[in-house]
């Protein structure tokens, strides 16, 4: 069946789920312009945060998805992507990830659907 258009808000904090999905505002229709929407995604400690992308596309190279490795903004850079370019898996090196859209005034496409899901780190750092 279809997905109802309500599934993607313009951000969420997703913890204590071990798995889910990330969903661009308004998915599988298009996203919204002006949006600068943030998602976080917090395991328990010891674990890590991995994405596995279904489904990707935004307007090259006016929109974009920024993934962060940790909590907030100010944390390392996973990447950068637009257009269909993202890796197929990417993780976290801590219990946290941080993912931004921001979009610009004009054109949008059906933006994503990303699985999330916690794993466990080899070297976790003691609480």
């Not at 998805?65 to 990417?90: C, F, Q, V």
């Amino acid at each position: 069946g279809s997905i109802p258009g309500c599934v993607g808000a313009c951000g969420a904090y997703f913890t204590g789920q071990s798995s889910g999905y990330i969903y661009s505002p308004n998915y599988p229709s298009r996203y919204g312009n002006n949006l600068n929407c943030g998602w976080t995604v917090e395991a328990s400690l010891g674990e890590g945060v991995r994405l596995v992308v279904e489904d990707f596309l935004l307007e090259e190279p006016y929109d974009k998805l920024t993934i962060y490795d940790g909590g907030s903004a100010d944390e390392r850079t996973l990447g950068e992507y637009s257009g269909s370019n993202i890796p197929n898996h990417l993780q976290s090196s801590s219990n946290m990830i941080f993912l931004v859209l921001t979009t610009d005034v004009s054109v949008t496409y059906d933006g994503f659907k990303i699985r999330y899901e916690t794993f466990g780190l080899q070297n976790a750092p003691c609480p």
